[in-house]
């Protein structure tokens, strides 16, 4: 069974830019979630999309969003980009959801803002 | 906020040492989930505890879910350097929250 795969691997955007990243589940995974992880601040919740529905929102600006499509793959779109915004970016799958069954990760994409 | 505290921060032990990183929530948990990520790599998922005072173990590994469901341990015995790596334990919170612990960093020197 394929993993859990995100593209693009790297990016480097400017300030200002907006970027789109994907993200395709394990076949027959109905959820997924988006983690944002730094040195410092670990891995931080996004949100968790389940069956093309946001099901939860981890507390991030309006810049964040993201969308489920029929086929459970997910983007994430990071509108007028910040510095701070530089980190890796992960997806993870699970059959029924964050906490319900285990969370199966991408391999990341590395965003870099400069 | 709901959180979840992880101690140690990092830890650097000798190889055969052993070694526990420890679980703390501030509300009572449905479960909680571990995870080891490698340096360079991503979080791969290790085991579900459910049950109130739960022990799970995988070969060297022992997991422990507490009484009251809002701490839990995860003990590594006779370390070996493909233990090498950050360990997350992740609460899920009644209300459909799972919420990552800040992670432990271990080296393990041979």
């Known amino acids: 069974k394929a993993g859990v795969t995100q593209t693009p691997r790297y990016l480097i955007k400017t300030r200002g830019q907006q970027v789109t990243l994907s993200c395709s589940p394990i076949s027959g995974h109905r959820s997924v979630s988006w983690y944002q992880q730094t040195p410092g601040q670990g891995l931080q919740f996004l949100f968790e999309y389940f069956s093309e529905t946001q099901r939860n929102k981890g507390n991030f600006p309006g810049r964040f969003s993201g969308r489920q499509f029929s086929n459970s793959r997910s983007e994430m779109n990071v509108s007028t980009l910040e510095l701070g915004d530089s980190a890796l970016y992960l997806c993870a799958s699970s059959l029924n959801g964050q906490g319900s069954s285990p969370l199966h990760f991408g391999n990341g994409t590395r965003l870099t803002v400069t | 906020g709901q959180q979840v505290m992880q101690i140690p921060q990092y830890q650097h032990v000798q190889e055969g040492e052993d070694f526990t990183t420890y679980c703390n929530s501030s509300t009572t948990l449905s479960n909680i989930q571990w995870y080891k990520q490698r340096p360079g790599g991503h979080p791969v998922f290790l085991i579900q505890l459910v049950k109130s005072g739960e022990v799970k173990k995988q070969k060297r590994l022992t997991f422990q879910f507490g009484e009251a469901k809002k701490n839990s341990s995860l003990h590594i015995t006779a370390t070996q350097t493909t233990d090498v790596g950050t360990y997350f334990c992740?609460?899920?919170?009644?209300?459909?929250?799972?919420?990552f612990g800040a992670g432990t960093i271990l080296r393990v020197k041979s």
């Open positions: 992740a609460g899920f919170l009644y209300g459909n929250k799972l919420v």
